[in-house]
């Protein structure tokens, strides 16, 4: 089928830019590596929109949390990511996981059947020169990799990603850990794994004393994000650095002694059936043999048998301040927008809106006209200012959605009110911009308002 743009890579922001633009009127070739010959170290599958290194989407919370309004806005766009992310979510408190097989199965079903899209199993490793969207992800071929740096001028920027271990539930002693969501959050989403001190202390000391992979020569000097850091990397830091961070015990009362235990392990869902658990900020480079010796040592994991275990992998990014325009297109080569975290936004959600708004802006360029950005007040357009020229070039580094983002409430509100208030104020940003934009059909809306959990109806 011919086609009137190219979409290279299946992940979220990939997926959700074909839906996007199929949605809107226009014939999608979308070219995905893997199922074609190709994979990379972290994926395990070719399905589309496959999430690697979790299953959660973060914060639910529209009211209070700027990944929560994220959520929010994105369903009032229309967003397929977040269709089949409701579709299939699983208990995690008042954040929002999925099972990971069936929300691939889903976007690839969705994605496939669409009559407008034609997805190729095929590597691209040149830069086109028809109408693009490149949302190739963290770990871009390399080839692609070469041609973007060598239009660019600059080597890209990249750091490393690293990926938590899943058990199996049946192999978690039930007899030692709890069920319950932090402060009694949003039910017994999560399995608290208890320390005492000792207990903490050596796994501390285990950790710093494991073998790590080792990196290649190419890679030493690549920083991490600070978002996604190796557990062991942060115990590096100083031995209550956890207790601080990923096991903090604070608001988890351990029903077998009415008290907070020094430190805490949680493990989140991670498939709809409740048999396979994500070890919460548990991402790591140990080596195989000693993430089963040393992650065995938390009670009630001493017999827990692993599903999958941690890894690492590269993952980069390009200098988008630099050189991309307002609309997402590379300055040098404007028929070529980026999306995705190839952009340096952090985290599934955020990557899929960048896909999202990509894909609107370049509809719009189609039929010769001009979408204004989304408000700065809003979350994806917070986002996308930060991505297209509100970073600092020189110091540029991924970044998740945050109020920070965006512009300062001017009037006086109380501190307990200021997150409130940063979504009132995006919320109505967002409705005064569709409406002056007018872009989805109403038969599109009605289709989503039926899709939306009653919460956010």
């Known amino acids: 089928m011919p086609h009137d743009i190219h979409i290279i890579g299946g992940g979220l922001a990939g997926s959700e830019a074909a839906w996007q633009l199929a949605e809107a009127g226009l014939r999608v070739r979308l070219s995905e590596m893997r199922g074609g010959g190709d994979s990379t170290p972290a994926h395990e599958s ?18 209070h949390n700027a990944v929560g309004l994220l959520h929010q806005e994105m369903r009032a766009l229309g967003s397929l990511i977040m269709r089949a992310a409701d579709q299939h979510r699983v208990p995690a408190g008042s954040a929002l996981a999925v099972d990971r097989e069936a929300f691939a199965a889903e ?11 034609t997805v190729a199993r095929e590597r691209v490793d040149a830069l086109p020169d028809h109408p693009a969207i490149i949302a190739t992800g963290p770990l871009t071929g390399s080839k692609l990799a070469e041609a973007i740096a060598a239009e660019t001028g600059s080597d890209a920027l990249a750091f490393f990603d690293a990926i938590a271990p899943i058990v199996h539930r049946d192999s978690i002693d039930m007899d030692i850990c709890w069920m319950a969501a932090r402060w009694d959050k949003g039910g017994k989403d999560y399995i608290n794994c208890p320390m005492d001190r ?72 991670d498939n709809a059936l409740g048999t396979l658990w994500n070890m919460v900020g548990f991402q790591t480079k140990l080596k195989h043999g000693e993430q089963v010796r040393i992650f065995r040592s938390i009670p009630g994991l001493e017999q827990a048998e692993f599903a999958r275990l ?28 980026f999306a995705g975290q190839i952009t340096g936004c952090e985290g ?13 802006f370049a509809a719009a360029e189609h039929t010769g006209e001009r979408l204004p950005a989304p408000p700065p007040e809003t979350a ?35 501190k307990a009110d200021r997150k409130k208030a940063y979504t009132d104020r995006a919320r109505a940003a967002l409705a005064e911009w569709q409406g002056a934009i007018n872009t989805a059909p109403a038969t599109v809306r009605a289709e989503l308002v039926e899709a939306l959990p009653l919460s956010a109806k």
């Open 198 to 269: 000792g207990q903490y202390e050596a796994f501390v000391a285990a950790l710093n004393a494991g073998k790590k992979t080792e990196f290649k020569d190419w890679e030493r000097d690549t920083p991490y994000f600070e978002g996604c850091m190796p557990i062991e990397v942060m115990a590096t830091r100083g031995v209550d650095t956890l207790r601080h961070g990923p096991m903090k015990p604070i608001g988890l009362d351990n029903p077998r002694t009415g008290r907070w235990p020094h430190a805490v392990v949680q493990l989140r869902q």
């Open 310 to 337: 941690g890894g690492i992998h590269r993952n980069s990014f390009i200098n988008s301040p630099k050189l991309l325009d307002g609309e997402l297109r590379l300055k040098s080569r404007p028929n070529i927008r």
């Open 348 to 360: 599934y959600v955020e990557s899929a809106a960048i896909g999202l708004i990509a894909a609107r």
């Open 46 to 63: 070719d399905q589309l929109a496959e999430m690697v290194c979790s299953n959660s989407f973060r914060s639910d919370d529209c009211e």
């Open 107 to 117: 976007v690839t079903c969705a994605v496939k059947q669409h009559p407008r899209i």
């Open 380 to 414: 994806i357009g917070a986002l996308l200012g930060h991505i297209t020229g509100g970073a600092d070039a020189d110091t540029y580094q991924p970044m998740n959605v945050n109020f920070g983002l965006m512009p300062p409430i001017e009037a006086r509100t109380r």
